[in-house]
């Protein structure tokens, strides 16, 4: 049974393992991304969070998808080139994943539990949908991939200020 976002093991972009209690105490903004996507420039404003709040707390998650029209089909480390020569990104990347389906990943499938999308619906509609996590370990919020990043800065910076 899963309490927390503390409880998961997920697989960083090299392929290594990552206990997700190493950022325990952070304020988390877990997102699932893709490189050739109408909203991949989200990248840019995620980044921008990031470097903000980084020091404050926030650690920007991110965890690449292939499911919505194929729009991430590079290999981990494809992606992590594309990441960083196009948007300079520095939060922590993630080994790609499903986070739909008979595949999806534990991770997701908790996210999804926790925090339902419109209408109780727990899929994923598409890339970069938004989960924002308290220091608890806990979901606060669920975002649309069409909320741009900066929307989400006032309710960030209220769970930055709870220590």
Request: aromatic share 12%; hydrophobic share 35%; glycine share 8%.
């Amino acid at each position: 049974m899963y309490n927390s976002v503390y409880d998961f093991e997920v697989t960083d972009i090299t392929g290594k393992a990552i206990n997700l209690s190493r950022y325990k105490g952070n304020v988390l903004l877990i997102v699932n991304t893709a490189s050739k996507c109408g909203f991949t420039p989200q990248y840019e404003g995620l980044e921008q969070l990031y470097q903000k709040y980084a020091a404050q707390g926030l650690v920007i998650l991110g965890f690449p998808c292939n499911q919505f029209g194929s729009q991430e089909p590079g290999d981990n480390e494809q992606i992590n080139q594309f990441c960083q020569l196009n948007y300079g990104v520095s939060f922590p990347m993630f080994a790609k994943i499903a986070v739909n389906g008979t595949d999806t990943h534990p991770l997701y499938q908790w996210l999804k539990q926790q925090a339902p999308g419109l209408l109780g619906s727990q899929a994923i509609k598409w890339n970069f949908t938004k989960f924002l996590i308290g220091r608890d370990g806990n979901v606060v919020a669920r975002y649309a991939p069409a909320t741009k990043p900066t929307a989400l800065e006032k309710q960030l910076t209220e769970l930055l200020a709870v220590k």
